[in-house]
């Protein structure tokens, strides 16, 4: 990433609960963003996020008890 300085901006990262999302979400937290993250992997999540906080970071997640979608195929 060649971004260094992320201070207040937003991010977005889609299955920061692991792998590549969790490092990336980290990496943006280290520098300074603000995160909003999703996964299907509700305990990956949490840890992620704990781990962004611990690094200063705000971080939003997805509240699944309000947000339930469904998809039919």
């Given at each position: 990433?060649?971004?260094?300085?992320?201070?207040?901006?937003?991010?977005?990262v889609?299955g920061?609960g692991?792998?590549?999302?969790?490092?990336?979400?980290?990496?943006?937290?280290?520098?300074?963003?603000?995160?909003?993250?999703?996964?299907l992997?509700?305990?990956?999540?949490?840890?992620?996020?704990?781990?962004?906080?611990?690094?200063?970071?705000?971080?939003?997640?997805?509240?699944?008890?309000?947000h339930r979608h469904?998809?039919?195929?």
């Amino acid at each position: 990433m060649k971004i260094k300085n992320l201070n207040n901006r937003v991010v977005l990262v889609t299955g920061a609960g692991s792998g590549i999302g969790r490092a990336t979400a980290l990496l943006c937290a280290r520098r300074g963003a603000r995160l909003a993250i999703c996964d299907l992997n509700e305990a990956g999540l949490k840890e992620t996020a704990e781990a962004a906080r611990e690094l200063g970071a705000e971080v939003t997640r997805p509240d699944r008890r309000r947000h339930r979608h469904r998809v039919d195929g």
